[in-house]
Structures are given as C-alpha cells and as structure tokens.
C-alpha cells in the first residue's frame, strides 16, 4: 500500500491567511484527490488532481479559495487561501491504489484551526 | 453513484460480532459495495469490498444480498480497536471519487 506524508499535521492560523499543505507519496501515481472534513462531519471532496492537467474542483469549491498544484507523479500541494474560521477543518490528501484491492489510500490528514 | 443508507449509531460487546447493515437499493448491476472505517484523528482505512458474493478477507466478512439492495459487514470478533466511524460506499469500479455519506459510529464496549 501506498504510504502518504502529509505536512503540516497540524496548524492554527489566523483569519486572511493562507496555508500550502503538502502531500507526499511514496510511490508515483496518476491519481490524487483532495478531501475536507469538517467538525463533527464526514468527508467531502475538493478535487481531483492529476498530473498534468488542471485539478477539477467538485460543486461548492473554486480553484480560488483551494489552489492546487500537482508538479510530478509523487506530490502535491492544496492551499487554503483566505482563511476564514468557517475553514477550520481535516483536510485530507489521497491517492489511488492502483492494483491493490483498495480504491483510495488516505494520508492522516492536516488538522486546520483557524482563529 | 447509487445512495447508500446505514444506521447513524450502534454499540457492540468486545468479542463479539458486530453487524453493521447498509442499504442500496437503488444500487446498478456494475457499482460495487465498499467499506471503509475511519477511527478517530485518522484517515479512512479501506476494509472489503464486493459485487455480487459474500466476501471475506483477514478483517471481516462481506454478505450481500441476492438482489443486491442490502449487505451487512460483519466484524467477527469486535474488539476496542474496531471503534469508528463505518461508511459504506456504492461505485463503480473504474471510479475512484468516493463519496462518503453518514456512516455509522460503532462503539465497542469492554
């Protein structure tokens, strides 16, 4: 199975500022999605990005508010840009697991407060 | 991806079996059956997953009905570890976007 590094785990931030959490994986893959969940909620995606084209943003998110960059097969980056206190939330970076049983491989997430 | 509907909350004695159940009738022939936990402060950890027969692998057991509307994951020796959230996912099997609903909490007590 694939092994996700995810920095920061954690981070508090204040309100206007942006945050770059990055995604690292030990092998290459095609396909990385990136995921919220909110307190108490369960998972929403964000994303989908794959290397070499622009990531595809689900309902509800704008590539304004999450930028996201995909430079190689191993890695990735989301950026939380202008952060709010309603932004506060897991965000959670995953990939696919290419020929094993498991559709996606998650990372541990990067737990997000934001004053 | 056909909805799935789980019950938002069961408890279950160490040791024994949990029953989680998830219903999908509206399920199509080609989207799959697949479950994930998620314990507390981590990322969801795939378990099984099915189409058509009963599976069973070295974490727990799969049964899906004949018409395909219902399964139910069987965790045959519960222990305090299993506690977490279960979610059960209908999709296709060329497509990686899952979308978690609900899920359940399952609490095993001592």
């Known amino acids: 199975s694939a092994v996700i590094s995810q920095k920061p785990s954690r981070d508090i931030c204040q309100r206007g500022t942006s945050l770059t959490i990055q995604c690292q994986v030990d092998?290459?893959?095609?396909?990385m999605f990136w995921y919220r969940q909110q307190p108490g909620q369960s998972l929403t995606l964000i994303a989908t990005a794959n290397q070499g084209s622009e990531a595809t943003y689900e309902s509800g998110f704008v590539i304004d508010k999450f930028p996201i960059s995909r430079p190689n097969l191993t890695f990735s980056t989301l950026t939380v840009s202008n952060m709010s206190p309603e932004d506060s939330s897991i965000y959670l970076c995953?990939?696919?697991?290419?020929?094993?049983?498991?559709?996606?491989?998650f990372g541990s997430g990067t737990q997000l407060s934001v004053l | 991806d056909a909805k799935t509907t789980q019950p938002p909350s069961m408890d279950c004695a160490e040791g024994r079996a949990a029953n989680l159940p998830c219903n999908h009738s509206t399920i199509s022939g080609n989207e799959y059956v697949y479950w994930y936990r998620q314990i507390h402060s981590q990322g969801p950890q795939y378990i099984i997953h099915?189409?058509?027969n009963n599976e069973t692998n070295e974490m727990a057991s799969l049964i899906i009905t004949e018409d395909r509307k219902s399964s139910t994951l069987i965790l045959p020796h519960a222990t305090l570890r299993d506690t977490a959230v279960y979610y059960c996912i209908a999709l296709l099997y060329n497509d990686y976007k899952l979308s978690f609903g609900a899920g359940t909490t399952v609490t095993v007590r001592a």
């Open positions: 092998s290459q893959v095609t396909m």
């Open positions: 099915g189409l058509k």
């Open positions: 995953s990939v696919e697991g290419g020929r094993t049983n498991e559709k996606l491989f």
